[in-house]
C-alpha cells in the first residue's frame, strides 16, 4: 500500500496509508477525536468522514464544536425538510437543497406551496427527527441514479454534467427516503436539535431566468430550542429595522416597477443624508489633495476590451446599439481614470496622482437576486484612483487607512480587516507582487489592527484589503477597500519618468472609502434603526408651538437662530402631544416645543427622541450645542444629558 501525507491545522503532517477515510486519520491522531467526527475539510472542501483520501492533502477534523458543524446540521436539515415534503406531497420533485450562513433551502417543483403549509410540514419534520432515523451514505452506480431519477430531469441534469465523468454517485438515506448528495451529514436525523421554515420564494433551476421557475422553501436549524429562539429574536429585530420598511416610512427612497427593477429613486429625505455622506467623503479627500474628476455613464465598448472588463464582465453589463457601434453602461469607473492620466505626461515628481469621483456605475444582477438597497443595477462607489510609484504604495495606502479610519470611527461601526494576497492565477511580476505584499502588511502591522490574512484570495492584478462593517445585529457587510492593481496600468499603457529619465509603469490603487452608497446607506439605516445622528438627520429640529399662536415665535426661531440647519415647524393644528408623537414617528434628533411662557421669555423646551426634556433653555445656548454635535458628527442627541 502506498502512503500519503495528511498536512493537520498545526502544520503537523501524518503518513497514512493511500485510501484511509477522513474518520481513519482521527482515530489515527486519537480515539477521541475519531468517535467525534462528522466530517472533514479537505483541501479546503467540506466532506464525509468516511471519504478515502489517495492524494496528499491538508485536513481539518470537523467535530460538534467546529464552526462548520452547523453546516453540516442544516444540510441535514434540508434533507429531513425534503422527505417530510415528500411525505405529505409524493408528487414534489426536490432538485438542490445546501445549507446557508442563516440555515437551508430546498428548490423544489411538482408542488403549490405556501406558508400556510409550514405547520403541518414543520410537525412532520419534527417526527422525523424524534424517529431518530441514521443517516447512511450509499455509493450507487450512475446508471442505477439515474433510473431512480427517471422521472426527475433535474437530478438527472446534475448526473448528465457535473457527475457525468463518474462511476458512482453517493445517496444520504434516512429511513425509506433518499437524496442524492455529496453530504456530508450527521449521523441520525435525532442530532438535529431545532427546525423552523422561515419562508417560501421564486427561484430559477441553476439561477438563469431562461430556466425553469422552482419554488425556493428556507428554513433554518440549530443544535437547540434555545439557539433557534435567539436566532428568531434577531430576526424579528432585524424584521423591524429592514431599511426597505425603513425606507418607506421615512421617506427615504424607493424603487418602484414603474422605473424598473434594481433602480433606486432618492426622495429629499434620502438625498438629505446621502448629500451630507457625500460632503464627508469629499472633505477627506480634499484634505488628502484628491482631484475630483468626471466622467460620463456611458462609454464605447471598445474601452472595456481595452480595460478588460468585457471579456469578464460583459454578462453584468448593460449594452446598447448607437448608430451600429456598441456601447456600455460603466461597471467600474477605473478604465475612465486610467483614461484621463493616460492623456497627461508625468514625471515620477508628479506622483502621487489622485483621482476621486462619486461615480455611478451599472452591474446586471439576476433579477432574483436584487434587494432593497442591498443588490441593485445601479450604484454610486465613492471611488479614488491613485497611481503612484511602487516604492510609495505604503505611504499612500497609510493615507488611504486615515481615511478609512476616519468613517470608521465616525459612524462607529465594528469592523473585521483581511488581506487578500497572491491567487495562483495572476499577472505582475514576482518582485512587484512581493514588494506591494509586504508594503501592506507593514501598513497592517503599524496600523495596531486586527487582520486576517486570506491566502491566495487577491484579485488576479494585484493583493487586497478589504473591510466589513458589522452593524448593530452582528451581521457583517461590505465595506471600504484598499486594491492595488499591476494589470490596468499596463493595459492602458500608463507611464511616468523616473528620476532616472526612463519610462515606469506606475501602480494603480482603487480605493473606496464607504464602498458603495447604497450598501452603506443600508447598513446605516439598519444600524441606527432609522435613528440618524443629527448632522445626518434628514430633519434635524422640528419645532412644535403649542398653539397656532405661537407660530410666528416658531418662524422667527427657525428664521433667525436655525438657519443653518435642516428645521421644519409642525404647523398642523393638532395637540401636543400628537405633535411630540408624530415628531418620535419621524425620528426627529430635536423637537423645541413652544408656547406663551416660552415666548414670552425668549427660550424653548427641548426634548429629544429619548423622551428627556430640558425646560426654559435660552435659544442661543441650543443652537451652540447643536453646532456643536453637527460639527463634530457625535453619534447621539445629547443636549439633556
Ligand atoms: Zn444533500
Ligand atoms: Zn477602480
Known sequence: ??????????????????????????????????????AGI?????????????????????????????QVLRHSAAHIFAQALQRLHPDAKLTIGPPTDEGFYYDVTGVELSESDFEALESEMEAIIDADYEIERVERSRD?????????????????????????????????????????????????????????????????EDNDTLTRVYGTAFESEADLEAYLDRREQAKERDHRKLGRELDLFSIPDVTGPGLPLYHPNGKAIL?????????????????????????????????????????????????????????????????????????????????????????????????????????????????VQPESIEREV??????????????????????????????????????????????????????????????????????????????????????LDFNMPERFDLSYTGEDNEEHQPVMIHRALYGSYERFFMVLIEHF?????????????????????NIGYAKQLKNRYLGDFRVEIEDRSWTVGKKIQTAHDDRVPYMLVVGDNEEEAGTVSVRDRFEEEAKDVGIETFRAHLEGEVDEKRIEPDFVE
Open 398 to 483: 497609510n493615507v488611504v487607512m486615515d481615511q478609512i479610519n476616519a468613517v470608521l470611527e465616525t459612524f462607529d461601526l465594528d469592523y473585521d480587516v483581511a488581506l487578500a494576497t497572491r491567487p495562483e492565477k495572476s499577472v505582475g511580476s514576482d518582485g512587484i507582487w512581493e514588494q506591494a505584499e509586504s508594503q501592506l502588511r507593514d501598513v497592517l502591522e503599524a496600523s495596531g489592527m486586527d487582520y486576517d490574512v486570506e491566502a491566495g484570495d487577491g484579485a488576479f492584478y494585484g493583493p487586497k484589503i478589504d473591510f466589513s462593517f458589522r452593524d448593530a445585529l452582528g451581521r457583517n457587510w461590505d465595506g471600504p477597500t484598499v486594491q
Open 144 to 208: 442505477e441514479a439515474l433510473e431512480l431519477y427517471a422521472d426527475n430531469e433535474y437530478k438527472r441534469e446534475i448526473l448528465e454534467t457535473e457527475a457525468a465523468d463518474e462511476e458512482t454517485v453517493s445517496f444520504y438515506v434516512q429511513n425509506d427516503w433518499q437524496d442524492l448528495c455529496r453530504g456530508p451529514h450527521v449521523d441520525s436525523t435525532g442530532e438535529v436539535g431545532a427546525v423552523k421554515l422561515l419562508s417560501i420564494a421564486a427561484a430559477y433551476w441553476r439561477g438563469d
Open 1 to 38: 500500500m502506498s502512503q500519503i501525507v495528511v498536512t493537520l491545522p498545526d502544520g503537523s503532517e501524518l503518513d497514512v496509508e493511500a485510501g484511509s477515510s477522513v474518520e481513519d486519520v482521527a482515530y489515527e491522531i486519537g480515539p477521541g477525536l475519531g468517535s467525534d467526527t462528522i
Open 275 to 387: 448629500r451630507e455622506l457625500e460632503a464627508f467623503v469629499d472633505g477627506l479627500n480634499d484634505a488628502q489633495d484628491y482631484d475630483f474628476v468626471e466622467t460620463p455613464h456611458l462609454f464605447r465598448t471598445e474601452l472595456w476590451k481595452q480595460s478588460g472588463h468585457y471579456e469578464n464582465y460583459v454578462d453584468d453589463m448593460f449594452l446598447l446599439d448607437v448608430n451600429d457601434e456598441e456601447y456600455g453602461l460603466k461597471p467600474m469607473n477605473c478604465p475612465g481614470h486610467a483614461t484621463i492620466f493616460q492623456q497627461g505626461s508625468w514625471s515620477y515628481r508628479d506622483l502621487p496622482i489622485r483621482y476621486a469621483e462619486n461615480g455611478k456605475v451599472y452591474r446586471k444582477e439576476q433579477r432574483g437576486e436584487l434587494s432593497g438597497l442591498s443588490r441593485v443595477w445601479a450604484f454610486t462607489i465613492d471611488d479614488g484612483h491613485l497611481f
Open 529 to 549: 434603526d432609522g435613528n440618524f445622528p443629527t448632522w445626518l438627520a434628514p430633519e434635524q429640529v422640528r419645532i412644535l408651538p403649542v398653539s397656532d399662536d
Open 42 to 70: 479537505v483541501d479546503g472542501e467540506l466532506t464525509d468522514k468516511d471519504e478515502p483520501l489517495y492524494e496528499d492533502c491538508e485536513l481539518v477534523i470537523v467535530t460538534e464544536q467546529s464552526e462548520e458543524y452547523l
